[in-house]
Structure formats: structure tokens, C-alpha cells
């Protein structure tokens, strides 16, 4: 018997949270070549509505930008509305919010909205998307994290915490909805070749990869297992920092790394 199409695993519909630019654009195009129909959630509504328009173009495939605010709990009411009589196969959190610089430069305001976008808004997701999976016996969860949340990044200390945290969330419901025939992968990228990206740094980081190539490493590994590092200079500096090195070398070589992006981006 021949193994079911990513369609037939994880389609028909596709929803993907922070989908304007950059990775979730991304996932967005790989998606619907893939044949899905897509639900876009983002909160530019000029961008969102231009990548849909796009996409919809370029695929053929429906395509429904729902603009909302993900580090608000009313996006689950609108996607809520967006859904409504679909059959979601496949749910992309990409969404993420950050600053590169000492957590008590920031006023707790900004810490907190890291925790709203990155903590509290893939919970929502999951509870938003998940249940009618696992009745349906099938169907998707990627969640994306980050390298930097393998351990402690300073100067972007609530962003990598927020990253752990989706890491274990995401590994924990890889066993608790397996069962279910529900597949759940947490992607941890390293550096992304996005317009945020390029904006907020004067150099790229090594290992620094294309949005795309980031998207189509990830759907392909939805289902082989609970975690998955693009990238083969990210997978080597995994093993390195987790394996090889003690944990406090690698916090001192992470805080080096982190300064020296923060005065770059100065110099810009």
C-alpha cells in the first residue's frame, strides 16, 4: 500500500497564524502547491491581503486572509468564523514577536507581549484547531520554535524562554495526540532570510537560510518525529552547543553573539 499524499494526511484546509511575509508567506505558497486551501492570519492587513492575493493567482487554490491580532484571544473568535464548516488537516504557528537587547531595558509591557504572541497564542491554537483533529483521527500541528530556545540567549532572554517553552509543548503533544493519528512537529530555525530579518541586522548569521527552504524542510518532516532543526549548519551547532560544550560556555558564547548583532544593528 502506498503511503497517503500530504494532501490526503493533512489537507484539506490549511491554516497558518503570522502568514503576511517572510516564513509564513512561505508556508503559504508550499501549502497551497501542495493543493490545501488556506486560511492566512496576520495583523498587517495590506501585506496579508497582497501574499493572498498572490497565492491565490499563482496556485489556483481558495485562499481566506483573516486579519486579527495574534496576541489577542479575539483571534480565535474570528478564526473561528473563518473555519466554520472546513475540514482542517493542518495548523502553522509561525507568529512571533521579539527584541534583541537586556530584558530590563524593556518595560515589562514588552516582555509580556512576548509571552501573549509566542506562549499564550500557540496554546489558543492548539485548543482552537486540535480537538476536530483528533475526532477526525487525522491532521497536522507545527509549531515553530527557535534554536535559541535550547538554552539561555541573553539579550533575548523572554524571546528564547518562549521558545523552550514551545518546544516542550510541542514534543508533549507529539505523544499525547499520536495516539489520535494527529501528527504535532516543533521546527526550531536558526537565522531566516526575511524582510524583518534583513531590516533588523547589517549582516546575516551563519547558517542563515532562505524562508522557502525553511517551509518545505518542515512540511516534509511533519509525521517523522516531534522536532525537527533545519539546516545542516544549525543541526551541527545543536550538537555542538548541547552536546560538546558545558551550558554555561555556551549562555557566555550566546551573550557575545547577541552584543555583537545588537552594535551592528547600532551601526546600521
Request: with cysteine; glycine share 10%; net charge positive.
Amino acid at each position: 500500500m502506498s503511503r497517503p499524499s500530504f494532501f490526503e494526511r493533512y489537507g484539506p484546509v490549511a491554516v497558518v497564524a503570522g502568514a503576511s511575509e517572510g516564513l509564513g508567506a512561505a508556508f503559504a505558497e508550499a501549502l497551497a502547491a501542495r493543493g490545501l486551501e488556506l486560511v492566512l492570519l496576520a495583523r498587517r492587513e495590506s501585506a496579508l491581503r497582497a501574499c493572498a492575493a498572490r497565492i491565490e493567482e499563482t496556485h489556483r487554490v481558495k485562499v481566506s486572509p483573516v486579519v486579527c491580532d495574534l496576541k489577542d484571544a479575539s483571534f480565535v473568535e474570528a478564526l473561528a468564523g473563518a473555519i466554520a464548516g472546513k475540514h482542517v488537516g493542518t495548523g502553522i504557528y509561525n507568529a512571533g514577536f521579539s527584541f534583541l537587547s537586556p530584558l530590563l531595558d524593556h518595560p515589562l509591557a514588552e516582555a509580556l507581549q512576548v509571552v501573549d504572541v509566542n506562549v499564550k497564542g500557540p496554546l489558543r491554537f492548539v485548543h482552537a484547531l486540535a480537538p476536530a483533529m483528533r475526532q477526525e483521527g487525522r491532521g497536522g500541528l507545527v509549531l515553530m520554535s527557535s534554536i535559541a530556545g535550547f538554552h539561555g540567549a541573553p539579550n533575548l532572554a523572554a524571546y528564547a524562554a518562549s521558545k523552550a517553552f514551545n518546544i516542550v509543548l510541542g514534543e508533549s503533544l507529539w505523544a499525547e495526540l499520536r495516539p489520535s493519528g494527529v501528527d504535532v512537529l516543533v521546527s526550531c530555525a536558526g537565522a531566516i532570510r526575511t524582510p524583518n530579518y534583513a531590516k533588523a541586522l547589517a549582516r546575516e548569521a551563519p547558517g542563515t537560510l532562505d524562508a522557502r527552504a525553511v517551509a518545505e524542510h518542515t512540511l516534509d518532516a511533519l509525521g517523522a518525529g516531534p522536532l525537527t532543526v533545519p539546516g545542516a549548519v544549525n543541526k551541527v551547532a545543536r550538537f555542538v552547543l548541547g552536546r560538546m560544550m558545558p551550558r554555561v560556555s555556551v549562555i557566555n558564547l550566546m551573550e557575545r553573539s547577541t552584543r555583537s548583532l545588537r552594535d551592528e544593528r547600532g551601526r546600521s
